[in-house]
């Protein structure tokens, strides 16, 4: 045989032979994936305009504060008294102080505000964006002076 043919006789066996290994250990262990998902809550409050006060008539407008939280959160919220600092007593500020309130419900008779549980609005989250309104009246029978009167309420939840 010549040196050609046997070198060609070769090749096959030395492929087989290195195809497939002899015998080969395993050793294994777990890969554990964890991730921890915690409470959390966005919040974004639209302003509440009241529109042009005319004293022999209440001024009225509704808003609404947007909250986002992780699902299954049981948020409250709850607006401050603003510049007053009394919930019972809310005032927009320019030249002189022109009074109104903010309600829970459209009728106007529960105030929102953070002094007591009742006042503050309970909401089971859905994870999805959820919308609370806020009712606002400016009560008639002011006599203010001319101005853009203004107030500035800190909405805060609690989760």
């Given at each position: ?75 409250r919220i709850a607006l401050s008294g603003g510049q007053t ?30 002094r007591n549980r009742t006042e503050m609005q309970d909401l ?36």
């Amino acid at each position: 045989m010549g040196f050609a043919f046997r070198h060609l006789l070769w090749l096959p066996l030395a492929a087989i032979a290195g195809a497939s290994p002899a015998l080969a250990e395993i050793d294994q262990d777990i890969l554990a994936v964890r991730t921890e998902v915690r409470p959390q809550c966005r919040v974004q409050a639209g302003d509440l305009d009241l529109g042009l006060y005319h004293p022999d008539q209440p001024s009225r407008a509704t808003s609404s504060i947007e909250l986002q939280c992780t699902p299954g959160v049981a948020a409250r919220i709850a607006l401050s008294g603003g510049q007053t600092g009394d919930p019972m007593n809310r005032a927009m500020q320019a030249k002189g102080q022109l009074h109104y309130q903010l309600y829970k419900d459209e009728a106007r008779t529960q105030v929102f505000a953070d002094r007591n549980r009742t006042e503050m609005q309970d909401l089971k989250t859905t994870g999805l964006p959820q919308r609370v309104l806020v009712h606002g009246e400016a009560p008639a029978g002011q006599p203010v002076p001319e101005g853009t009167y203004v107030d500035i309420v800190v909405v805060t939840v609690t989760y």
